[in-house]
């Protein structure tokens, strides 16, 4: 079975940064993209950033300019640098994966990223 363990979360001020990482392990398909969500109390899981096998990255326009996502293919890891982070950033952020084994999902348990005023 497909796992997906992030670290890196935590409590920071705003205008500080943090950095998420998540290893996928127990792989047997091929990885088509990995990435990272977020989904703040009271709203819908949104899309952070993503970035595919072969580095093609896609933010969301919130964090355009302080996220940067990184890949290391050969360990299947996945890293968000978060700068500049501001207090709407605080959410629960998962590690996501897409396989190319009919398209299917992974998702990690989340880890808690929380930005104080």
């Known amino acids: 079975q497909v796992r997906l363990v992030e670290s890196g979360g935590g409590l920071v001020q705003a205008g500080g940064s943090l950095r998420l990482s998540c290893a996928a392990s127990?792989?047997?398909?091929?990885?088509?993209?990995m990435g990272w969500y977020r989904q703040a109390p009271g709203k819908q899981r949104e899309l952070v950033a993503t970035?595919?096998?072969?580095?093609?990255?896609n933010y969301a326009d919130s964090v355009k300019g302080r996220f940067t996502i990184s890949r290391d293919n050969a360990k299947s890891t996945v890293n968000l640098q978060m700068n500049s982070l501001k207090p709407e950033d605080t959410a629960v952020y998962y590690c996501?994966?897409?396989?190319?084994?009919?398209?299917?999902?992974?998702w990690g348990q989340g880890t808690q990223v929380t930005v104080s005023s």
């Open positions: 970035i595919t096998s072969g580095g093609s990255t």
């Open positions: 127990a792989i047997r398909y091929r990885i088509k993209a």
């Open positions: 996501w994966l897409n396989s190319d084994y009919y398209g299917l999902d992974f």
